[in-house]
Nanobody, 126 residues
Framework: QVDLMVSGGGSVQAGGSLRLSCAAS??????????MKWYRQSPEKEREFVSG???????TYADSVKGRFTISRNNEKNTVYLQMNNLNPEDTAMYHC??????????????????WGRGPRVTVSS
């Protein structure tokens, strides 16, 4: 089992910055490796991919956030961050973290599964 704890978010004015965190905590495994993604959803839109960082360090961004958002990770803490700069009202949404975890138990058996961490809400006022 992998639990994701998402934190950060809040309310800012346009042009402001926020940082989101998504920390993965695994139980029952000796080792896990993660591909991490951020999504967002607002009432007016369908769920939208925001950014991804795979276990190889490759990053991807939605066109709408390129140059403003930066995804990074702390492998020791199994945490991925989303630094959001120059926010605008269109960034207002609930942000969700997705982790595709490949984990191995003490017998060396591996399993890949996708987990979700919901929240937090980001509100950007004009």
């Amino acid at each position: 089992q992998v639990d994701l704890m998402v934190s950060g978010g809040g309310s800012v004015q346009a042009g402001g910055s926020l940082r989101l965190s998504c920390a993965a905590s695994a139980s029952g495994y000796t080792y896990c490796d993660y591909d991490m993604k951020w999504y967002r959803q607002s009432p007016e839109k369908e769920r939208e991919f925001v950014s991804g960082l795979d276990r190889g360090g490759h990053t991807t961004y939605a066109d709408s956030v390129k140059g403003r958002f930066t995804i990074s990770r702390n492998n020791e803490k199994n945490t991925v961050y989303l630094q959001m700069n120059n926010l605008n009202p269109e960034d207002t949404a609930m942000y969700h973290c997705e982790a595709t975890a490949t984990c191995a138990d003490f017998l060396g058996r591996s399993r890949t599964k996708t987990y979700w961490g919901r929240g937090p809400r980001v509100t950007v006022s004009s």
